[in-house]
RNA sequence: GCCCCGUUGGUGCAGCGGCCUAGCACGUCGGCCUUUCAAGCCGGAGAUCACGGGUUCGAAUCCCGUACGGGGUACCA
């Protein structure tokens, strides 16, 4: 457990839709910062010009919307370390790459990207490791300014030591130590003016007060160069905490071929942010013991850094169903309809265009008790309702005929079944089963058999919510027809 | 190549030196319920705790090595 408030922020850059993995992150700040009465920051780190994506930071948004993070400074609320788009924060890092160039922490380079090019492919081909050689090191100011006079690329770099060690508690995984000999000279000042991730987010993250950087491990080997600007710049680090990777099942980096690896993906296909909140938690922290299905409010409770997993979280789409059917049995009949109701009026995906919008809210109201606890996703609702919105359907003959049964007395059982559905007051479930029971041993055929062509008849299909409620859904005109269509399609096949 | 991290049934997680004849969940199989499908309930199969060495009276748990997996090694974050 943390003592004290704590200040965290997620920090995405918008260079595409956001990931499930950049979710599970923000998630995990948002929990600490929750749980301890702290605050949630998020800052959009915009400093690669080249692949910044449009919309980008709508979706980012948007993603944190859907899933309940609600950030308490940033973009749209505001905050007091204003500006929290780095574009727009510039004087913070060229004033602090211009105190690390006056101590002598680091220094303008003016190589060429071909040179570097040329370094690289050079020391790979002799089979060394890749790295600045260190050429502009002690290159003096005047030869600098004539390169950027004629226009050449300057960029600034860090002066890393040529030997010893650097080492930084992380939470997760306790002491990491890194050998500075393998660590060359880094940019931290692009030749376009931008900063560099390392610089930006050290300055940013200083200067916004965060106490604690949750990130994905992959950062872990970079965290040196880190720690040397902090060194550099004389400011204390903050407590880091390398989250353990999230993995597809076959153990490879999540990807499209796992399904979604977007955060919106998930809403367009049916599953609640409660049932992803709760399984997200899961990905890499567990409260220790076995409980799975837990609130928002419940997990805040529970959180903590010290149980968060040192090895990497599978993303296992089975348990996800699993779990967000689980979300949709507990709630309430009218939450579902509405929850539904747009699901349903999706041009690509919903009813069928056929069905006249909008659609009746109060009819799915009804009908939704029908499908409640067969759903595992919102998107299968249309399908498991399409039959009670268009006006025929159209049976299979083959799968009308039920076990031990022939056309002929199938088209028998269903004359009677017709017969008797005009009888039948109130056109109730309790009492369409009474009768219908009392048919089928008069028929001499066991329930199943004549409930089975019933079933096929009415719905059009084999499998589907229990019969006489179904049926007392469709109302008794509807019934009637689509039983006489069955006996139609048994008798000219 | 080098550096860093990891390794418990098909899958996810629990386990933090003796309570582990390794627990829970997903999935799977069987049964009950039953008009189909779900849901629910009951039960089963499934793990020499990656491998090899140590330390210890005692190791899934600590140490070392090997194998395998992942991450990093940019004027990307």
């Known amino acids: 457990m943390i003592e004290g408030p704590v200040r965290v922020r997620f920090a995405p850059s918008p260079t595409g839709m956001l990931h499930i993995g950049g979710v599970r992150t923000a998630l995990f700040d948002w929990l600490l910062a929750r749980q301890t009465g702290g605050q949630f920051i998020l800052r959009i780190e915009d400093t690669d010009r080249a692949r910044y994506t449009e919309g980008a930071v709508e979706d980012i948004k948007e993603s944190l919307r859907w899933y309940g993070l609600d950030w308490d400074e940033g973009p749209d609320v505001g905050g007091p370390a204003e500006s929290y788009f780095q574009s727009q924060r510039g004087s913070y890092y060229s004033s602090a790459a211009e105190r690390l160039i006056g101590s002598g922490a680091a220094y303008e380079c003016d190589c060429t990207p071909q040179r570097l090019a040329r370094l690289r492919a050079a020391q790979q081909s002799a089979g060394h490791p890749p790295g600045y050689d260190g050429r502009c090191r002690n290159r003096p100011r005047e030869e600098i300014d004539h390169s950027r006079r004629q226009g050449l690329p300057v960029v600034v770099r860090m002066r890393t030591p040529d030997r010893g060690r650097v080492s930084f ?77 999230i993995l597809g099942k076959d153990r490879s980096k999540l990807s499209k071929r796992h399904g979604a690896d977007q955060a919106l ?23 220790g013991d ?49 929850a ?35 759903l595992k996703r919102l998107d299968e609702a249309p399908e498991l309702l399409e039959f009670f919105f268009v006006d025929e359907v159209s049976p299979n003959p083959a799968e009308i005929v039920q076990r031990k049964m022939d056309r002929a007395s ?4 269903l004359r009677e079944a017709l017969d008797r559905c005009r009888g039948v007051d109130p056109f109730e479930a309790e009492v369409l089963e009474s009768v219908y029971r009392a048919l089928a041993s008069e028929l001499g055929l066991r329930a199943g058999q004549l409930f089975g062509s019933m079933r096929v008849a009415v719905t059009g299909r084999r499998v589907a919510p229990p019969l006489f409620d179904t049926m007392a859904a469709v109302g008794r005109g509807g019934c009637a027809a689509r039983m006489e269509r069955a006996i139609e399609v048994l008798e000219i096949s």
Do not use: C
Not at 194 to 221: F, K, N, Q
Not at 291 to 317: H, K, N, Q, W
Not at 341 to 359: A, H, K, T
């Open 169 to 245: 508690h992380d939470v997760v995984r306790g002491e990491v130590g890194f050998d500075l000999a393998r660590l060359t000279d880094f940019v931290i000042m692009k030749s376009d003016g931008m900063p560099t991730y390392h610089l930006a987010h050290v300055v940013d993250d200083h200067e916004m007060r965060i106490t604690h950087v949750l990130r994905g491990e992959e950062w872990i080997s970079s965290t040196p160069r880190h720690i040397l600007i902090q060194r550099g710049l004389g400011i204390e680090a903050p407590v880091y905490v390398h989250l353990p990777l």
């Open 265 to 287: 993906a998930y809403r367009d296909q049916g599953f609640l942010p409660e049932a992803l909140f709760n399984f997200l938690a899961l990905l890499g922290w567990s409260p």
């Open 290 to 338: 076995d409980t799975e299905v837990m609130g928002r409010d419940e997990i805040v409770g529970r959180f903590s850094l010290d149980r968060v997993s040192d090895s990497p979280a599978i993303f296992d789409p089975d348990k996800l169903s699993w779990m967000n059917g689980v979300y949709i049995r507990s709630m309430g009949n009218d939450e579902l309809a509405d």
């Open 340 to 374: 539904l109701l747009p699901v349903l009026s999706d041009p690509r995906g919903g009813l069928p265009e056929s069905v006249p919008r909008p659609i009746d809210r109060e009819r799915v109201r009804e009908l939704t008790p029908l499908i409640h606890e067969r």
């Open 410 to 413: 199938t088209v028998a059982a």
